[in-house]
């Protein structure tokens, strides 16, 4: 059955940024699919919230809090994946972030952060897992880039650019990665997470942002969690280098993206 392509019994994940929104999702449709879940995050209260999530679902959870803006402690995850469940299949390279910004407000030293946070770290989880990851027959990689990293909008330059980095990344990981591990990632629009509490609690902010986007609504982490799921999972077996946008029908050429002004 189609479904099956789905499904993920017997495999290992490994999610960063796990404690909610996009990461917390996708982590929880991954157990659900079958999967035994590695979470890593700052806040360990979140990561224990999931976790029990992951079980309800029937599957195992091993939490791993920590500061991931630090790409070593990004790469020791496979180590601890590859010790607490003896193989990785799955990556999903969630960590990353960075707030609305003036462009003369943005220093050299916020674009060294932000592509730290948001490349540096993916690329060294990705290259520790790899080798665990091919000991196994292979794998999937799956990035979280944005929208902001192909639409231009007003205060993202150091983020944008960031997710911009992060696309591009994917096409080349997948090429060095192929045959055996595949590279792809989501680019998520304006998605309901705590980082938009400020958007979606103001009626008329939000009306503003629900214009901008064609589907007239806001995300969903549920929304990008599926794509992260078809990425993972055998469904997706004849992608790689791919980039799912995620974003509710939102244009290259549409410059406003329905938030307001840093």
Same mark, same amino acid.
């Given at each position: 059955m189609i479904l099956d392509l789905f499904r993920l019994d017997g495999r290992v994940a490994v999610v960063t940024g796990a404690? +909610? #929104?996009?990461?917390?999702?996708?982590?929880?449709?991954?157990?659900?699919a079958?999967?035994?879940?590695?979470?890593a995050a700052r806040a360990e209260p979140d990561l224990l919230a999931v976790a029990e999530r992951v079980r309800r679902a029937g599957r195992r959870a091993h939490v791993v809090p920590g500061d991931l803006a630090d790409p070593e402690a990004a790469a020791a995850l496979a180590t601890r994946a590859d010790a607490e469940f003896g193989r990785i299949d799955v990556v999903v390279n969630n960590v990353g972030g960075g707030l609305p910004r003036a462009l003369a407000r943005t220093t050299p030293e916020s674009l060294v952060k932000a592509f730290r946070?948001?490349?540096? !770290?993916?690329?060294? /989880?990705t290259r520790a897992a790899a080798g665990v990851m091919l000991r196994g027959g292979g794998g999937a990689v799956v990035n979280v880039s944005s929208v902001v990293g192909r639409v231009?909008? +007003? #205060?993202? /330059?150091?983020y944008g650019t960031a997710k911009a980095a992060v696309a591009h990344y994917t096409r080349l990981a997948a090429a060095d990665?192929?045959?055996?591990? +595949?590279?792809n990632a989501v680019?998520? #629009? %304006?998605?309901? %997470?705590?980082?938009l509490d400020a958007v979606v609690g103001e009626d008329a902010l939000r009306a503003r942002v629900?214009?901008? !986007?064609?589907l007239r +609504?806001?995300? !969903?982490?549920?929304?990008?969690?599926?794509?992260?799921?078809?990425?993972?999972a055998d469904a997706g077996a004849y992608l790689t280098g791919k980039v799912i946008e995620v974003d509710g029908g939102l244009q290259a050429l549409n410059i406003d993206l329905g938030l307001p002004d840093p």
């Open positions: 404690g +909610r #929104g996009i990461g917390a999702a996708s982590a929880v449709a991954l157990a659900e079958g999967a035994d879940v590695v979470l946070f948001n490349v540096s !770290t993916a690329h060294a /989880l231009a909008g +007003r #205060g993202f /330059l150091a990665l192929s045959p055996r591990i +595949r590279v680019a998520p #629009g %304006t998605v309901r %997470t705590s980082a629900e214009q901008a !986007t064609p +609504r806001i995300g !969903t982490p549920l929304d990008v969690a599926a794509a992260v799921l078809y990425l993972a």
